[in-house]
T-cell receptor
Framework: NAGVTQTPKFQVLKTGQSMTLQCAQD?????MYWYRQDPGMGLRLIYY???????DKGEVPNGYNVSRLNKREFSLRLESAAPSQTSVYFC????????????FGSGTQLSVL | GQQVMQIPQYQHVQEGEDFTTYCNSS?????IQWYKQRPGGHPVFLIQ?????EVKKQKRLTFQFGEAKKNSSLHITATQTTDVGTYFC??????????FGTGTRLKVLA
């Protein structure tokens, strides 16, 4: 039972390159999330997927696209990376118990040069 | 959109001293969750508060939800080096969106 798995752990891109961050959860959760974390800014919601087949914008969606491939997988794509997208990216899924708290993956450290 | 403010941004304490972080919202919250992120790690859920005036304890950690459900606090008694990390509060906006505070980074000096 791995929980939430993110790949890759580290990535360096040049400005204008594209890439996809992968996320998968094995807890049979319905809702999944992508956050970015920057120093002093906390965790900011990029996109979320309330359930399979749906996606919605969060606080900072510009420059990103997402795909909810199936119930397990939720990917984040940067079509044309910019230095402002240098950040640590976390994927999370929402538990279905009484608290419905978030379970986070270990993160992807992305640098855009 | 909904905003959750958290103070202080940083706190350095001597081991054994107490620590408190505060979370404030301009709107009434349905609930609030607290998470801890160790250095280099990912956020891990600590607790959820739902009721007005609710107080919950986890060993040396005490969590409070304000009477008006617009603020919350986390208090750590007699900090230890294992308490080092960043503490976040998170509020739900609508059914599915979780908005996080900016976090308080705690450093404990031995």
């Amino acid at each position: 039972n791995a929980g939430v798995t993110q790949t890759p752990k580290f990535q360096v891109l040049k400005t204008g390159q594209s890439m996809t961050l992968q996320c998968a959860q094995d807890m049979n959760h319905n809702s999944m999330y992508w956050y970015r974390q920057d120093p002093g800014m906390g965790l900011r919601l990029i996109y979320y997927s309330a359930s399979e087949g749906t996606t919605d914008k969060g606080e900072v969606p510009n420059g990103y696209n997402v795909s909810r491939l199936n119930k397990r997988e939720f990917s984040l794509r940067l079509e044309s990376a910019a230095p402002s997208q240098t950040s640590v990216y976390f994927c999370a899924s929402r538990g279905q118990g009484r608290t419905q708290n978030l379970f986070f993956g270990s993160g992807t450290q992305l640098s855009v040069l | 959109g909904q905003q959750v403010m958290q103070i202080p941004q940083y706190q350095h304490v001597q081991e054994g001293e107490d620590f408190t972080t505060y979370c404030n919202s301009s709107t009434t919250l349905s609930n609030i969750q607290w998470y801890k992120q160790r250095p280099g790690g990912h956020p891990v859920f600590l607790i959820q508060l739902v009721k007005s005036g609710e107080v919950k304890k986890q060993k040396r950690l005490t969590f409070q939800f304000g009477e008006a459900k617009k603020n919350s606090s986390l208090h750590i008694t007699a900090t230890q080096t294992t308490d080092v990390g960043t503490y976040f509060c998170a509020a739900t906006s609508g059914t599915y969106k979780y908005i996080f505070g900016t976090g308080t980074r705690l450093k404990v000096l031995a």
